[in-house]
């Protein structure tokens, strides 16, 4: 490990880097480069399985920089290629089939499904969703049944040493682990001066309040969040720009205030 970084970035994708439409990344270009230029870590963190992000992370040429995968259930090292058929998810399967009956086939996951199931309850293209099923910590799935028996569903799972988290549309299993968790263990790794940490929904709270300096990108599209403590006293802003418009916006101006 070379000397420690002056700042370490960590972002979500989706929304924050990437726009919420086209998924494109062009108006960060600015801040991207900076970034590189300055030899400054960016970290990938998503929900995103690595199969998803390696491409993204070798397009923005930071192999040599580790990605924060699956909403944190694990890490995808620097210049390591997606593992194939992972024990962790195995087990998480057979954890989830072992359930009664009757529970197990009120969710749905993504290993229940094929690509093109993936891709119509996803709205991704069918190579992304087929990216999207290859799975190694956690498993994302529908559920179809009250809230009453979703909190048994969610027991059940619990007393077997599975975490049950509702993001938006997706009810995701897992053996434990957040953004915020992942960033940690990094953050130990480099032993960066600062840590920024840019996202735009409740999967990333966790990661904005463990920064030393957080950036709410705003979202249009989705509910805004709620007022987090950092925000009264400066240490967490939020742009007024959306997507990669905005985190280019935020990332130039954490920049420009350590003088770099």
């Not at 049944?145 to 009810?171: K, S």
């Not at 480099?190 to 990661?207: F, H, S």
Request: aromatic share 4%.
């Amino acid at each position: 490990m070379s000397a420690a970084p002056s700042l370490l970035v960590f972002t979500d994708l989706d929304g924050t880097l990437l726009d919420h439409d086209s998924y494109g990344y062009g108006p960060a270009l600015p801040a991207l480069d900076a970034l590189k230029a300055r030899r400054i870590p960016l970290v990938l963190a998503s929900s995103k399985t690595a199969a998803e992000i390696a491409p993204l992370r070798a397009k923005l040429g930071r192999e040599d920089c580790p990605a924060i995968v699956e909403n944190g259930a694990g890490i995808l090292p620097a210049h390591a290629a997606p593992e194939a058929g992972a024990a962790d998810y195995a087990r998480l399967r057979a954890v989830l089939d072992g359930l009664a009956p009757g529970m197990r086939a009120r969710f749905c996951g993504f290993g229940d499904m094929d690509a093109a199931g993936v891709a119509a309850i996803t709205g991704l293209p069918d190579a992304q969703a087929a990216l999207a099923r290859r799975r190694a910590f956690s498993e994302p799935g529908v559920w179809d049944g009250t809230p009453a028996q979703e909190a048994d569903f969610v027991a059940a799972l619990a007393a077997r040493g599975v975490q049950a988290r509702r993001g938006g549309r997706f009810l995701t299993l897992s053996f434990g682990g957040t953004k915020a968790d992942r960033m940690a263990e990094i953050v130990a790794q480099y032993r960066p001066r600062r840590t920024l940490a840019l996202g735009d929904a409740p999967n990333d709270i966790e990661m904005l309040e463990a920064a030393d300096r957080g950036v709410i990108v705003a979202n249009p599209h989705g509910t805004p969040l709620a007022p987090l403590p950092g925000e009264a006293d400066g240490r967490i802003s939020r742009t007024s720009k959306p997507g990669p418009e905005g985190w280019n916006a935020a990332v130039c101006a954490v920049l420009s205030g350590l003088g770099a």
